[in-house]
């Protein structure tokens, strides 16, 4: 199932940068909680959607040879805060299905253009807020409480799913046996704090061991933090460091308390993000899968694809 997916056998793979803040700072849309899927409501939503991507698949269609990483806007479409916007359950799972039906399309009107595949991807976020380690209580209480996404997404024609700002390793293996479930390999992103530990305390090393001894993932991915944050938490030769393909690094060096009361966005700097990716590239020697997260758009993602490979 795994072995499917072709970012695992090596290449260069792009993904987008940071949808929510980009709608949000850039755009100025109204996103109640920074869900970006209800935008789906409406087709004016649907199109701003749409072109979002568009920089992306543009930049990744200029890079010989790389595929692109097609994900959901579907971080905030899970029950609890379906629940907090006013959408039961039934609509949910038709909107969690609509958004993996639109990249599908996305990517057949796509695929022509690009030298490399394009996978679609099915978010999945934390139940709770992304910066705080909270619910739910137990891996298996994770696993029920995000099996009925994972399988609305499934049933949109996804070709993976992805476990995208995890906060505790809990949360994390329960996506991870959802996944297991509905029959999808998945990509399990953890988040971490300035410190390099994520916000349940957790070494980055212990959380990505506690999933793999369990229910093992595709592989693994860091988003929402700084390079700086986590470079030294990365220890050379572990076997662990061998699970990260993934990195989707903030704009900014603040941290995620900084980040939470700003009311302007920091989009850092382009180039010294995108050096920093370049040399994670000793330190994370399976590490092809490049997108970004808040504060960053199509100009991070371009000095990152230029850096890596210049």
């Known amino acids: 199932m795994a072995s499917a997916l072709p970012q695992l056998d090596g290449g260069i793979f792009l993904s987008d940068g940071g949808l929510e803040t980009s709608l949000v700072f850039i755009d100025k849309i109204e996103l109640p909680h920074f869900a970006a899927f209800t935008l789906l409501e409406d087709e004016l939503g649907r199109e701003r959607l749409k072109s979002y991507y568009v920089p992306y698949l543009e930049l ?14 579907t971080w905030r479409a899970s029950s609890d805060w379906g629940a907090l916007l006013g959408v039961d359950a039934a609509r949910l799972r038709e909107l969690n299905t609509q958004a993996a039906q639109m990249m599908c399309s996305m990517r057949s009107r796509w695929a022509p253009r690009l030298s490399g595949p394009i996978v679609v991807s099915g978010v999945i976020g934390p139940r709770g807020d992304g910066y705080i380690a909270e ?13 009925a996404q994972a399988a609305a997404l499934a049933a949109g024609g996804v070709d993976m799913l992805a476990a995208v700002t995890m906060t505790t390793s809990a949360e994390a293996l329960g996506i991870s046996m959802a996944a297991h479930r509905v029959g999808l390999p998945v990509a399990i992103s953890f988040t971490v704090e300035t410190d390099g530990r994520l916000p349940s305390g957790e070494s980055l090393g212990d959380a990505i061991e506690k999933v793999d001894a369990s229910a093992p993932p595709a592989y693994f991915a860091i988003n929402c933090a700084h390079p700086t944050h986590f470079e030294n938490a990365l220890g050379a030769g572990e076997p662990w460091i061998s699970r990260i393909r993934g990195l989707r690094a903030n704009a900014s060096t603040k941290s995620h308390a900084e980040l939470d009361e700003s009311t302007e966005l920091d989009i850092g700097d382009p180039k010294d993000l995108a050096q920093r990716y370049r040399g994670l590239k000793g330190a994370l020697p399976g590490l092809n899968v490049l997108g970004g997260c808040c504060g960053t758009d199509w100009r991070h993602i371009r000095a990152v694809r230029d850096a890596w490979v210049g």
């Open 135 to 147: 619910a739910p209580n137990s891996a298996a209480d994770a696993a029920d409480y995000h099996h």
């Open 60 to 73: 990744c269609g200029e890079t010989p040879g790389a595929g692109f990483i097609l994900e959901t806007p």
